[in-house]
């Protein structure tokens, strides 16, 4: 991946991340859906690894 493609990529995931804030800033007060706490230490307990190749994937890209 070259300089340009990381630039375009930052761009991108900057442009979602904004996205998503004003989506969580317009939702009304109050009513958020209750989630469910999970144990945080995976069953494995193996230390988790990121595909950072998978990144772009996640944020719609």
Do not use: C, Y
């Amino acid at each position: 991946m070259d300089m340009l493609d990381q630039m375009n990529l930052h761009l991108l995931m900057q442009e979602r991340l904004e996205k998503i804030l004003e989506d969580i800033e317009r939702r009304p007060k109050g009513k958020s859906k209750k989630t469910k706490v999970f144990d945080r230490i995976p069953a494995n307990k193996e230390r988790a690894e990121w595909n950072l190749q998978e990144i772009p994937v996640l944020f719609g890209a």
